[in-house]
């Protein structure tokens, strides 16, 4: 029999994402050692070859990548912070979510103690783990990332950002803020639509069409904000905030919930009244850069 020379991972956490974690690299024919709270949660792993440690300190020292995907970071300096766990010569990629504060220093205690540490951030869902379709990024020393990138690929697509180890969760809370964004805007304009008769299934593809095709502004618009520059080559904002109150009357006359479309004509109407009416929309970087009460 064939020895297996794939890398030996640790998985701790075994929730629905730790479970999915682990199965992959199983199934990419990494030894796998388990670790969780609630020990009955590796059953299923340990029957598909999955050995279960007793500790954690087991768990940390029966391979030197350990990959932590738990509740939130108290549950990690918990788990990982007791007296008898050694962090030292351990490879920690932490998975678990959190904020780039929380990762950065999460960075700092982690090579405190002796390890080292990559942050990263799961964008997919479990049962697509170990796919393509999951990507999962990473940041933190970029020579850590390549030695491990090997390993790492059982899990889907993986990606390095940076140095900074809080890269990966502004990364993460920035695709949220994307995905939201176009989600709410469908169902603005579905709900529009359903005043007339048009069910979803039906306005779906035309909304398809329009998001594909602000897409590809991006990468213009990012020039303009690179640059500092915005020059009205499409359209002003003056004439874009016209149209936000053209849909905000709309909606209210159709009776449909109209929040989302002022708050935006709010921040275009602040911008205008700061000179800024005759630029190009990405000018609107700098009310979106501003905190606001």
């Known amino acids: 029999m064939n020895e297996n020379t794939e890398t030996p991972v640790t998985v701790i956490g075994l929730g629905l994402m730790g479970r999915a974690l682990a199965g992959a690299f199983l199934k990419a024919g ?15 792993l340990v029957a598909e070859g999955a050995r279960l440690a007793p500790t954690v300190g087991d768990a940390l020292a029966a391979s030197s990548l350990t990959i932590v995907c738990v509740t939130d970071y108290r549950a990690m300096y918990e788990l990982l912070g007791a007296s008898d766990v050694d962090l030292g010569g351990t490879q920690l990629i932490n998975l678990t979510s959190g904020d780039s504060a929380q990762a950065r220093e999460a960075a700092r205690w982690a090579e405190q103690r002796g390890a080292r540490y ?21 940041s933190g020393p970029q020579a850590d990332f390549e030695a491990l990138e090997p390993a790492l690929g059982a899990l889907g697509t993986v990606t390095y950002l940076g140095a900074d180890h809080g890269l990966a969760s502004l990364y993460d809370v920035a695709g949220l803020a994307m995905m939201w964004s176009v989600l709410n805007a469908w169902l603005q304009g579905t709900a529009l639509l359903r005043t007339a008769g ?44 016209r149209a936000m109150a053209h849909l905000i009357e709309e909606s209210e006359a159709v009776g449909v919930n ?36």
């Open 118 to 138: 990559l942050d990263g951030a799961i964008m997919a869902i479990p049962p697509v783990i170990g796919t393509a379709e999951a990507v999962i990024l990473h």
């Open 258 to 293: 109209a929040e989302l479309p002022k708050l935006i004509k709010a921040m275009a109407d602040r911008s205008i009244a700061a000179g800024h009416g005759g630029e190009q929309y990405p000018v609107l970087i700098e009310e979106f850069g501003k905190p606001r009460d």
């Open 198 to 241: 048009v069910d979803a299934a039906t306005y779906a593809p035309f909304a398809r069409q329009i998001a594909v095709g602000v897409a590809e502004w991006l990468p213009g618009y990012a020039e303009q904000i690179d640059s500092g520059s915005f020059p009205a080559e499409v359209s002003a904002l003056e004439t874009d905030a």
């Open 30 to 44: 990494h030894p796998t050692i388990v670790w969780n709270r609630t020990p009955a949660k590796a059953d299923q």
